[in-house]
């Protein structure tokens, strides 16, 4: 049988190959965010439309990348699709309320809860370099967004919350990926039908630009953002794939700087350090 593109053996064959595809998904997260700002907050495509449209594109550019004989229904599970599109669906509602800053700390926040009490729960236990480098790390990304905080609204701050608990579980069950183009193909195809019915619950809205970031989000930086992903997380710890993933808003935010134009401050290349150190921390900190 022919190699796939995206496997575990040809991205994580090295620590420098692992760490070098870890680091293109985190750029493929955080253009992920981007691409969802631009298209919720600036185009009048609404969050269903969005949300159905990405899941959509997600699923083809996977399919057509797989090139298995392999049925969908036989890759990826219910629950992974389930857990993609509760993220996907909660994510794109809950940004119509809050602000970018608030949302990704809600996010990561409750993507780090759940990935960490999981990893607890499973035995993992962290040497003291550990735990410095999570409060670090924590402690730079507050420092990052708290400033820009307001009192965020109960309903759209849960649905955020939820977004995160959902990515949290998605990436555990991806740990246990032995073909991860073809389990995250299934979980786009099981999952992509149920975000279109979700449309008949709404009046759809969308325009030519809307459309179009959503197809790059769900073609891109979803689809094969995630496919990469699923193919490095069986090589990483739990406590590790969840702290790594708070590199994202802080890309994210100079991705803003350059790309939006948004203002550049001393106190995100300050966070950076913290971020970037704290992680190193954890990486190196291993287990007892």
Request: one cysteine or more; a positive charge; charged letters at 10%.
């Amino acid at each position: 049988m022919r190699q796939p593109l995206i496997s575990k053996s040809s991205l994580t064959s090295s620590p420098l190959a692992l760490w070098l595809w870890v680091s293109i998904t985190m750029l493929a997260f955080a253009g992920n965010a981007l691409l969802c700002r631009l298209a919720l907050r600036q185009t009048s495509i609404d969050p269903a439309s969005f949300t159905a449209i990405r899941l959509l594109a997600g699923a083809a550019a996977l399919w057509l990348l797989t090139r298995t004989r392999r049925p969908f229904d036989q890759a990826g599970s219910w629950l992974g699709a389930l857990a993609l599109l509760g993220y996907a669906v909660s994510f794109a509602w809950a940004y119509r309320g809050l602000t970018a800053a608030t949302g990704a700390l809600l996010l990561f926040g409750a993507v780090q809860l759940t990935m960490l009490i999981t990893a607890f729960a499973r035995g993992e236990r962290w040497r003291w370099s550990g735990w410095t480098g999570l409060t670090l790390a924590l402690g730079g990304l507050v420092w990052l967004l708290l400033p820009g905080l307001h009192q965020p609204p109960l309903l759209d701050a849960g649905l955020m919350v939820l977004a995160g608990v959902a990515w949290g579980i998605y990436s555990l069950v991806g740990r246990g990926s032995a073909q991860p183009t073809a389990d995250t193909a299934g979980n786009f195809i099981r999952a992509a039908p149920l975000a279109c019915l979700g449309l008949l619950l709404v009046d759809p809205s969308m325009d030519a630009r809307g459309v179009t970031l959503a197809l790059l989000s769900g073609a891109l930086t979803s689809g094969l953002g995630y496919a990469i992903w699923y193919a490095v997380l069986p090589a990483l710890r739990a406590s590790t794939a969840a702290t790594v993933q708070l590199t994202v808003p802080v890309i994210t935010a100079i991705g803003g700087i350059v790309l939006i134009g948004e203002a550049a401050s001393w106190r995100l290349w300050i966070a950076s350090l913290a971020v970037l150190g704290g992680i190193a921390l954890v990486i190196h900190g291993g287990r007892r």
